[in-house]
């Protein structure tokens, strides 16, 4: 079984590349969506405590089985601790013996930017190229980078409650063609904004903007809201517009959808790749990817992880599972 830590997972992504390797990640996402009645799904399987959130995000095909542990703790930050880490395992169906065990913190931020590519994809006008993002935490800067695979951005405005996250994700992006404008405030940062990313940590039921301060023709990509009582947006602007989700059994618990009426009418992503549904109709309306994160994309990552790992012989392998010479002789295994 090969093993990928964190020094695998940088290792890996220097050396080929961050926007090669989201841009890779992303066309495997669409594929595996593609195929959405291979997968056997469920939504997350989720422990709630007053601090934070333990998880297990399990999903497969008829060859694999991947399943991944991420936590949620937004005060691990005042604890010089991230508020997300995460470790992922393959498995192979035919025997259940595993494959692949391998860290998935920064995997997670690669995941869910790939999950916004695919959202502006199908969902962003063409011609949009100036990109608003309330949150400058630790997925800030791929959520821009994934974005910038799909549409040429010129312009970035960014505002965060906390000075020091702004002055870090400027600083990260510095060097990309696009311009940086930290916003005095909300109505600054909406402003002349084609597509607005919403990725706010606080654990609560939070309105970060008003719906008739969103223009018409806009894309709004929500990942704030993903467990129960957290959310983001206004109730009345999910009655406005066309509501994309990854898996609606889990995302109406989980994401904006919420605060939103249960007869709501709303797509899931693969119904837009499988084009299914058209996705925006005109210009001037407003679309809404609810993304709360699901196993599938999860699967995506690992399963990319896993070929690429093999490829340029990243990672160790080592005897962590009890694989007697006799299937039946455990005992005689351990003492001889």
């Known amino acids: 079984m090969r093993i990928l830590s964190v020094k695998d997972i940088r290792r890996l992504i220097q050396q080929y590349g961050l926007q090669p390797f989201l841009n890779a990640l992303t066309e495997r996402m669409a594929n595996d969506f593609s195929r959405w009645n291979d997968f056997k799904k469920s939504p997350r399987h989720a422990t709630h405590y007053e601090n934070g959130v333990l998880e297990l995000m399990p999903c497969s095909d008829q060859t694999y089985y991947s399943f991944k542990y991420i936590n949620g703790h937004p005060g691990n930050v005042a604890l010089g601790l991230p ?75 960014y505002l965060d409650i906390d000075a020091g996250a702004m002055t870090k994700f400027s600083a990260n992006l510095k060097h990309q063609d696009w311009s940086m404008h930290q916003a005095r405030d909300m109505d600054d940062l909406l402003a002349d904004i084609d597509l607005l990313v919403t990725a706010t940590a606080a654990r609560k039921r939070a309105v970060l903007f008003q719906t008739e301060q969103i223009s018409p023709g806009m894309h709004i990509h929500a990942i704030g809201g993903d467990c129960p009582g957290k959310t983001e947006l206004p109730p009345d602007l999910i009655s406005k517009a066309t509501v994309v989700v990854e898996y609606l059994p889990q995302t109406r618990h989980e994401g904006e959808m919420q605060n939103s009426p249960t007869d709501i009418k709303v797509v899931e992503l693969h119904q837009l790749i499988n084009g299914e549904h058209p996705g925006r109709t005109s210009a001037e309306e407003i679309t809404l990817f609810d993304a709360v994160g699901f196993a599938l994309e999860d699967f995506s990552g690992i399963m990319l992880l896993h070929e690429l790992a093999q490829k340029y012989e990243i990672g160790e392998s080592i005897d962590m599972l009890a694989i007697p010479p006799d299937p039946k002789d455990l005992y005689g295994f351990l003492f001889n």
């Not at 630790?138 to 980078?145: G, I, N, S, T, Y």
């Open 83 to 157: 508020s997300i880490v995460s470790v992922g395992m393959l498995v192979e169906v035919a025997t259940g013996m595993p494959v692949l065990i391998s860290e998935m913190g920064i995997m997670t931020a690669l995941r869910t930017a790939a999950a916004t590519a695919l959202g502006t994809r199908h969902l962003a006008r063409r011609e949009s190229h100036r990109v608003g993002i309330i949150g400058c935490g630790a997925q800030a800067e791929f959520q821009l980078l994934a974005i910038a695979n799909e549409l040429p951005i010129d312009r970035v405005n």
